[in-house]
């Protein structure tokens, strides 16, 4: 049972639009979410996270908005640049701490487009 | 800066070799963490230690162990590799007061043959 769900394998958009990227999850128990990128034959790297207690944290071009509600949570990258071309990784952790690992969704693949 | 390395970027083994991939990190992180890459499964946790010589199963554990004698290593051993092994492995750490940052190394394209 997928816990954290990207649901689009793949996104394509014109450099200088928006970007949103969006991810559900499923465990109520998640408290904490992150987004990592991933370039080809690179390991990820931490773009930006946010705590259940907010429902927006920004950072330069990178936004995620938290809806605890309906289990969604988004990352919106304003304007798009080629080098944002990448693997993008919705992760949770469910409250321990992130010392017992993060759950990852299966990644969308982001396509910036000139 | 965190530096995670892993021993190997490329490997290939044969079905029936053990096979050690190791990971050093330099920041003193308590928490170290090994995951698989497959395409269209995501990031998968096979284990995680948050102590010396402590280590608990993810989520994939099944044909794998790991050993952590030191803080900065935590390496993960396939004792008897098999082609569904083939994979990416990633290796991760994170310090105990923000464990949820997870800095990860480059990875290991592990091909078993």
């Known amino acids: 049972d997928q816990q954290v769900k990207q649901n689009s394998p793949s996104l394509s958009v014109q450099e200088g639009r928006i970007s949103i990227l969006n991810c559900d999850y499923t465990?109520?128990?998640?408290?904490?979410f992150l987004w990592y990128k991933k370039y080809p034959a690179e390991g990820p790297t931490f773009l930006i996270s946010i705590s259940s207690i907010k429902d927006k944290n920004e950072d330069g071009r990178f936004t995620v908005f938290l809806n605890k509600s309906a289990k969604h949570l988004s990352l919106h990258i304003v304007p798009s640049q080629p080098g944002d071309s990448a693997v993008y990784f919705c992760?949770?952790?469910?409250?321990?701490?992130?010392?017992?690992?993060?759950?990852f969704g299966k990644g969308t693949h982001l396509i910036i487009q000139p | 800066d965190v530096k995670v390395t892993q021993s190997s970027r490329y490997l290939v083994k044969r079905t029936g070799e053990k096979v050690f991939l190791e990971c050093v990190q330099d920041m003193d992180h308590e928490n170290m963490f090994w995951y698989r890459q497959d395409p269209g499964l995501g990031l998968r946790l096979i284990y995680f230690s948050y102590d010396v010589k402590m280590k608990e199963k993810g989520d994939i554990p099944e044909g794998y162990s790991v050993s952590r004698e030191k803080k900065e290593r935590f390496s993960l051993i396939l004792e008897s590799a098999s082609t569904n092994q083939t994979s990416m492995y990633l290796c991760?750490?994170?310090?105990?007061?923000?464990?949820?940052?997870?800095?990860f190394g480059p990875g290991t394209r592990l091909t078993v043959l």
């Open positions: 465990n109520s128990m998640f408290d904490y």
């Open positions: 991760a750490s994170s310090a105990s007061g923000a464990a949820d940052t997870q800095y």
């Open positions: 992760a949770a952790s469910d409250g321990g701490g992130g010392a017992d690992g993060l759950t």
